[in-house]
């Protein structure tokens, strides 16, 4: 199962999300353009993200039970079809419902890709290399928002609307073929379920999954600790950048760049402390959102604009939250058994994009009515307004932090039932500095940890 054509079949469906990702945060750095193109407001700019988000938020759990039953082959390449399609509906839109009408199919498609790359995982894959595996599958992800700030952006600048977007088509052009011709959907000889009929069966699939504490753990953990990344990423960071903390476009493009690279330099460290300290994954959730919410904290509050290198610190934190939110899926994968994994995976998935779409519809009503109230002086993305509307997410952030807190008692609750107890993160702390003395006293022993929380 770690065999060379493990990390090959990983590897093709990898490319089908890196394509995802590109055409997921392309709108995130052609809103000043996109405001020029459809004479639109901050409102209806935002718009178009927000809907793309509910249509993707809407459609993870039937994708994670369509992918449970036709498998993850079928429905990436349905997903690449309908996003190489949206991308052909925006490169020659000229006005607002015609681009909604592309970000539609976009965020269809985008929703049937991530989890059928995660369901991959488990079926190709050691169950001791899960939870690396699957930050490397975030980690790799980021690499398409790299291309969408870096080679979309110049063409876009230099050739113009229309080239810009023809070229995404075509890389979702170029994933149906690869995805077609190389990804598998299991090893040889695995054996699957017989698929589950009627909407009663699938009904009863999805309500266990939700009844599982874990799964609901999973959830807000993603709600929590994604949706700010994404609201920066993928509508309000350019602007925010640009027309709030005047930076030139050369500057944003390098910030951008860094919130890449962060994210793919964290992934494996987040991966490797899930796989040493499951009992800790809840505990580093809360770590990543609290380090978010400082992160905003001390750019807004700042007077004038900020320094850049605390934009730079900020962009860093942002960027945590994106391999940190994987944790959400490694509770869906421990807490359900394999022929439900899509199921639970989609349900984790929901989260942190309700989260991400509520945030920028808000932000981009704040800024409005701040614009149409005068408190802007007439200037819609100016820093002023920008502080009072990014603080929203200060609100989400609370919201999700409480709703991690009381899923994990439930969590524990059940754990303890089954003999499992969670001990206080200071004793924890304590134990293991026995055990690191024990060790050097060359007789340690075992550390007892489980595969659970």
């Known amino acids: 199962m770690t065999a060379p054509r493990a990390w090959l079949i990983w590897t093709v469906g990898i490319f089908g ?29 935002s718009f178009f993200t927000v809907l793309q988000l509910l249509v993707y938020a809407g459609l993870q759990i039937p994708v994670g ?47 049937m890709t991530f989890i059928s790359v995660i369901r991959l995982i488990p079926l190709w894959f050691a169950p001791a290399r899960v939870p690396l595996v699957t930050q490397l599958t975030g980690m790799s992800g980021q690499l398409g928002q790299l291309f969408s700030v870096l080679p979309f952006a110049f063409v876009l600048h230099t050739s113009g609307w229309t080239p810009a977007f023809l070229m995404l088509a075509g890389t979702s052009a170029l994933a149906v073929l690869l995805v077609a011709l190389f990804l598998q959907d299991a090893p040889p000889g695995t054996a699957r379920p017989a698929p589950q009929q ?18 609901r753990l999973g959830m807000w953990s993603h709600f929590t600790i994604q949706f700010s990344g994404t609201v920066f990423a993928m509508t309000w960071g350019y602007p925010f950048l640009i027309s709030g903390q005047g930076l030139d476009a050369g500057t944003v493009a390098a ?51 900020a320094p850049l290198w605390l934009l730079a610190g900020l962009v860093v934190v942002l960027a945590i939250g994106g391999p940190g939110s994987m944790i959400g899926f490694d509770f869906a994968r421990t807490f359900n058994p394999a022929h439900r994994i899509g199921t639970a995976t989609g349900i984790v998935n929901v989260g942190g994009f309700i989260a991400a779409l509520v945030a920028i519809f808000l932000i981009g009503l704040v800024l409005d009515l701040l614009y149409a109230s ?31 807190l009381v899923s994990r008692r439930k969590v524990r609750r059940q754990m303890a039932a089954q003999g499992v107890v969670v001990p206080p993160l200071r004793s924890a702390l304590a134990r293991q500095r026995r055990e690191a003395l024990a060790r050097r006293r060359g007789t340690a022993g075992s550390d007892g940890n489980t595969d659970q929380v």
């Open 17 to 45: 999300y890196l394509v995802a990702v590109s055409q997921r945060t392309s709108f995130g750095v052609v809103g000043l353009e996109a405001t020029e193109r459809f004479h639109a407001s901050a409102s209806a700019i």
């Open 65 to 111: 039970l369509l992918v449970d039953r036709f498998g993850s082959r079928a429905m990436i390449v349905g997903g690449a079809v309908l996003m190489g399609l949206g991308q052909l509906q925006l490169a020659f839109a000229d006005s607002i419902p015609a681009g909604v009408a592309g970000r539609v199919l976009v965020g269809a498609g985008d929703a």
């Open 198 to 215: 009627g909407f009663r069966a699938t009904g009863a699939s999805l309500a266990r999954a939700w009844r599982q504490p874990g799964t």
């Open 255 to 305: 910030l951008m760049a860094l919130y890449v690279a962060a994210a793919m330099a964290v992934g494996p460290f987040i991966g490797r402390f899930v796989s040493r300290h499951p009992l800790r994954r809840s505990t580093m959730v809360l770590l990543i959102a609290a380090a978010t919410a400082a992160g905003w904290a001390a750019v807004l509050f700042t007077p004038g604009r």
């Open 374 to 404: 005068g408190f802007s002086n007439g200037e819609l993305y100016g820093l002023e307004p920008f502080r009072l509307a990014l603080g929203v997410q200060f609100l989400l952030l609370g919201v999700g932090v409480g709703a991690v």
